[in-house]
Structure formats: C-alpha cells, structure tokens
C-alpha cells in the first residue's frame, strides 16, 4: 500500500464526540491544525465534513474505547481518509487495537486526533510490516 507523506495533503485534525441530541458517536473532520485554545471557542473551528461508517460494518454509529466492531470502523474511517486509500484488514485491525481502543471510554469522551499523528502510525507500521515485525 502505497502511502501518502505528510508534505502532500492539506492538515486537518479528527475530532471524535457523542451527539446526545443524535444519539450516536460522531467523528468530524476539522480544517487545519487548530491549537488548544482554539478549542475554547469551538464556533472558530471549521469542521469540514463527518466521517460515515462503511455499510461493511453494518452500524449505525461509530464507537472507541474498547475493541470490537464499532472501533474497527472507526479506525477503518479514520485510515481511509487520512491514507487516502482503502485500508487492509491487517492495518485497519492493528490501528484498532494499538489506537482507537484506548481513546477513552467506549465512544463517551472526546478525543482528538491529528492528520499528522495517524499518517505517521501507518508510516511506521508499513516499515515494520516490510521488516517483518508484522503479522
């Protein structure tokens, strides 16, 4: 799989949240490399697009948090997007399992992630993958 460098695609930053009012977890796609202060005034953000679990998932929401179907989703959204590409399975599970599983608690809490940060996982995990360290 071939891999997009952080040079080639304008920043952007993905904000995953619980929509009480929708009953469902969301994940927004933010314009940008906005700071924390940024956050204080979260009308300033320019949320560019949400993020729509693939119909392969057979789910209405995304979750995170814990491992399962929901945070495979999420990670298979978040990578696809990010990568520009259809992420495989091996890369889609080991982005479940080392990063979506630990952002907080099953899909309640906010979390945050950088465009920067989930190229540089896959970037990382492609070199180990080639190296062999991988399934």
Known sequence: MKLIEPSDVAPRLYRGWYDEARERCVIEVIDGEPTWRDFQTPSSLRVVREL??????RIHSFTWGYIGTGPLATAHAVLEDALGVTPDRDIRSDFCDEVV???CDYGRVPWLLSWRQVVRWAQSWASNARQGDRK
Do not use: G, T
Not at 52 to 57: L, Q, T
């Open 52 to 57: 729509v679990p693939d119909p392969e998932f």
């Open 101 to 103: 599983a630990f952002l």
